[in-house]
């Protein structure tokens, strides 16, 4: 253990994964984003909300600022200043449903317009934006260099960046939960349903190239290691699937130590990150684990113990590794 920082503010809702680039920017509180020294765990800034908002989403960073959005607001914070600038107010009619994401610059962000689905695009912040309409309300949103990927609710969509129309929809995804967010890897969308099964649908035509039960009643967002993909799900199961066939190749449950005081399972973020050669993940008590694959499968070893649950994956950088885990923020060698 390196450090460990109390947050003050109000309890959690939604979690973020810290994000880190000289800082560590992490947002654990309704009405607040924060700012961390990697080095040292001491608090640099502390942005609020404006009175009668609370943020909605985790937030992006990108070249040097931090994008947030609230209910009906789009800012951004610079990261060595923690200046707040808003970027654009919506009408109380309008609430936004993704975290913003950052593509060369231009921001987007799903709402949900009284009872009309919208994906919002800001090309010039001081600009008008682009509005396209969608059939449901988007929930996450992913992207390669030419095509933004919308998951709803029930859906999967490609938007095409260049002329912002919809080139395909793909049907026969399920619920929605924080760990939904698609990987688009080497031109494949993958992601779980929320019905228990884990899909790849191509991401030019969005036909579906593979389907695969998990045990699980839904799969957290997956990563990828040794072009092996890796998801997990609630009962705290990592699963080693091949990306050409879908097949399970191995599998492994973490059990569960003690329970852990924070945050609720509901509101946490299992998703597994790669850290060099192993995946890393949080369990279902809160505490993390790490994965490496082995001749017999996966060789899977808990964590040390953190004083509250984990809410998000934990972020390495520079050999150094942070978890949130409200109302902490730790700083460990890895």
Do not use: C
Not at 34 to 60: F, H, R
Not at 81 to 88: L, S
């Amino acid at each position: 253990m390196a450090w460990s920082t109390r947050l003050s503010g109000s309890v959690i809702q939604p979690p973020s994964q810290p994000l880190v680039d000289g800082r560590v920017v992490v947002q654990a509180r309704k009405f607040s984003v924060t700012a961390i020294d990697m080095l040292t765990g001491d608090e640099e800034w502390q942005v609020e909300v404006p009175d009668g908002e609370q943020l909605v989403k985790p937030p992006s960073l990108s070249d040097g600022w931090v994008y947030t959005v609230s209910q009906t607001t789009v800012a951004r914070i610079h990261l060595e200043t923690g200046v707040r600038e808003t970027i654009h107010q919506f009408p109380a009619s309008v609430t936004i449903r993704t975290s913003p994401l950052i593509i060369d610059g231009t921001i987007v962000v799903g709402v949900q317009r009284n009872t009309e689905s919208q994906l919002i695009v800001f090309d010039q912040l001081a600009a008008s934006p682009t509005v396209l309409s969608m059939p449901v309300a988007p929930r996450h949103l992913a992207a390669n260099p030419d095509t933004v990927y919308v998951r709803t609710k029930n859906t999967l969509l490609a938007v095409d960046i260049g002329s912002w129309t919809v080139q395909w929809t793909h049907s026969g995804i399920e619920g929605g939960h924080l760990g939904d967010v698609p990987l688009v890897w080497n031109g494949t969308i993958y992601t779980g349903t929320g019905g228990g099964y884990f899909v790849a649908v191509d991401g030019t035509t969005g036909v579906q190239q593979w389907q695969t039960q998990l045990p699980g009643t839904h799969s957290f967002s997956p990563t990828v290691l040794d072009e092996t993909l890796y998801t997990t799900d609630v009962s705290g199961t990592l699963y080693q699937i091949s990306p050409e066939t879908g097949s399970i190749q191995a599998s492994d449950t973490v059990e569960a130590s003690r329970e852990l005081p924070g945050v609720a399972l509901g509101n946490i973020d299992q998703s597994p990150v790669v850290a060099g050669d192993r995946v890393l993940f949080v369990a279902p008590d809160g505490g993390l684990a790490s994965a490496s694959p082995s001749e017999s499968g996966l060789d899977v070893h808990r964590l040390p113990t953190l004083e509250y649950r984990a809410v998000a994956p934990p972020t390495v950088v520079r050999g150094a590794l942070f978890v949130s885990a409200a109302p902490l923020l730790y700083g460990l060698s890895s």
